[in-house]
């Protein structure tokens, strides 16, 4: 057998200090709830994506920006002990570095409030000055935590290096056409799909419309999450991904999660529904840990758990045309 292709993933999105509670419930408004578990770790969606990614295999840069302060520079020693290359990671000395509370329930469902700092100071110079980077990678993860400009630059950059690009578009927001029609694949949850096309997803078939609304649109696979499971809908195929049998302890980065394996997947030359497979199998374990790198698992992990579906005989089923 061949040995495996490594993948090669630039992400440009945020950088965070993730400071979690877990507690028995969600507080109301003006309420206090007594909380039984603290945890400080690193965070933002382009960290995840980035660690994620390391942890699967791939060669795994980070492009973005932390402050001058002492959590940032703990941030980048984190990064690099997870085997992600931070060279392209700017260091901005009149912000902070990037924050994020979180308070998540026993149940897994999660509150949060960010203050975003220096992500919000990335330029399209520090996305040009990375252009060679994003040229030579497989594959452009992108996300929304950073300045739509600088998304926008490194995306023409990818697309004219013939990078394939990867829009996971959170937070949400409204976009402009000319970068929607720039994307081979779109990644996002119900509440994402929802802001980009005014459609609410509650099953399988709204997920479709949804879908079939970002394909009209110009991109080229578009891949929604629903809350019985995950659609995948390109121009040829269609592949439905129900919910995996797992014990939910926290949701926290699983979109991350599946975004990265997908990406990693794409970028060792897989098919989408490969991909998709394993990017599924991936989230499903990031949601059995608190925290979102806590719960971030290895490749080995990914290939065991889908042994064990496919043994187990759960593996989606595919439709295509």
Avoid: Y
Wanted: net charge negative.
């Amino acid at each position: 057998m061949a040995p495996r292709r490594q993948a090669d993933i630039l992400v440009v999105g945020g950088i965070n200090t993730d400071f979690l509670v877990q507690g028995p419930r969600l507080p109301r408004v003006g309420e206090n709830v007594e909380g039984h578990l603290f945890l400080e770790s690193l965070g933002g969606k382009g960290a995840n994506a980035a660690v994620a990614a390391s942890r699967l295999g791939a060669r795994s840069t980070l492009l973005g920006r932390v402050g001058m302060d002492a959590r940032g520079l703990a941030l980048l020693e984190q990064l690099v002990g997870e085997g992600v290359e931070t060279g392209a990671v700017a260091r901005d000395p009149g912000f902070s570095t990037g924050v994020v509370m979180e308070m998540v329930d026993e149940g897994g469902r999660r509150q949060s409030l960010s203050a975003e700092g220096a992500n919000r100071r990335l330029t399209v110079a520090d996305v040009l000055a990375a252009e060679d980077r994003i040229s030579s990678a497989d594959v452009l993860l992108a996300q929304l935590e950073v300045p739509l400009g600088a998304v926008i630059a490194a995306v023409h950059v990818a697309r004219a290096a013939g990078t394939h690009v990867v829009l996971d578009p959170a937070p949400p927001s409204t976009l402009p056409e000319e970068l929607l029609e720039a994307v081979h694949v779109i990644r996002l949850n119900d509440a994402e799909a929802e802001v980009l096309t005014g459609l609410e997803v509650v099953d399988r078939d709204s997920a479709r419309r949804a879908a079939e609304n970002l394909l009209r649109r110009g991109v080229g696979t578009a891949v929604v999450a629903a809350p019985q499971g995950t659609l995948l809908l390109g121009t040829r195929s269609e592949l439905w991904l129900p919910n995996l049998p797992v014990d939910w302890v926290d949701t926290t980065g699983a979109g991350d999660a599946f975004s990265a394996a997908l990406c990693v997947a794409l970028g060792e030359r897989r098919s989408l529904t490969d991909a998709a497979r394993f990017a599924h199998a991936t989230a499903a374990l990031a949601t059995m840990r608190l925290g979102a790198m806590s719960g971030f698992p290895n490749r080995d992990q990914v290939v065991s758990f889908m042994a064990r579906i496919d043994s187990l005989a759960l593996s989606p089923e595919p439709v295509s045309w």
